[in-house]
Every structure is written in C-alpha cells, then in structure tokens.
C-alpha cells in the first residue's frame, strides 16, 4: 500500500516508508503522523488490483 504526501512507520520501532507490501488476508500495523493536511490518495502499486477498487482516499484539515 502507498499513501501519497506522508510516510509512516512499520511497527513501533521499525523504519519510515512510503509503501509497503501487505499479504493476501494479512494486517499490518503502522504509525502514521499526519503532518500534511489534505486530500491524499491511499492505494495498492499492483495496477490489477487498483482497477478493481483497492485504493481510497485519506483527507484532513490542520
């Protein structure tokens, strides 16, 4: 998954990213500071599974 206009950190002590592979039927956990008001696209990088809806928004005012 990648969000457009942040990273994010993987686990508590794990490092910042901006995509990150998330397995079939898995979760992942991660901290994100949102520190970029606006609207944001939030989407999987696998063009396959962006056309069949794997993707949203993220949208926030400061």
Known sequence: MHPHGHTYRLGDSGPRKDTAIVLPKKKLSVFFDGDNPGQWMLH???????????????????
């Open 44 to 62: 999987c990088h696998n063009a396959y599974h962006g056309e069949a809806g794997m993707m949203t928004n993220v949208a926030y005012q400061a």
